[in-house]
């Protein structure tokens, strides 16, 4: 069995965190029949958002948790994208674009979540780590085939330096 370090848990925790996030907004596509209708998104209360993000803004020690727990959810939606994409593989064409579309979601979702939360951080290689992160997530383009252990744990291991883990 395959030990990961807590860099790398860290890391894995981030994509796990992002992928969390955009599962509660999936439109179904990883339903056994692979039938099920898009789902509206759930509505935005923009003032709510604004809000968190004015009692994160310039803690540092708050944004860190924060990341960490939106890298630890990626990570296990990014298991669970793995799986579903695999097991779309046998379902057709229909399940292949669903699974890949909401695969997408996530790793938007998660990169968008990075992006945000070096919006509001004041400590600079804090920002400089998110920002990165979330460029590095980006480019996978919601292939998360690209993503593996070892890149997860460099991820995992800069947002870990940027809060004093390592």
Do not use: W, Y
Not at 34 to 57: K, S
Not at 73 to 84: E, N, P, Q, V
Not at 116 to 128: E, Y
């Amino acid at each position: 069995m395959h030990r990961f370090s807590p860099r790398t848990s860290l890391a894995a925790g981030v994509v796990l965190a992002a992928l969390a996030l955009t599962a509660a907004c999936s439109d179904g596509a990883s339903s056994t029949s692979g039938t099920t209708p898009a789902a509206a998104p759930a509505p935005v209360d923009t003032a709510a958002v604004a809000a968190a993000d004015a009692a994160l803004t310039g803690d540092t020690r708050q944004i860190c948790a924060q990341a960490e727990r939106t890298s630890t959810s990626f990570g296990k939606l990014f298991a669970d994208d793995a799986k579903l994409r695999k097991e779309a593989a046998s379902k057709g064409a229909e399940a292949k674009r669903q699974a890949a579309e909401k695969i997408a979601r996530d790793v938007e979702n998660f990169s968008f979540a990075l992006t945000n939360m070096a919006a509001i951080t004041t400590d600079t290689t804090l920002k400089a780590a998110l920002t990165d992160m979330s460029t590095q997530v980006k480019a996978l383009e919601g292939d998360v085939a690209k993503l593996d252990a070892a890149k997860m744990a460099q991820l995992t291991d800069t947002l870990g330096k940027a809060c004093g883990k390592g």
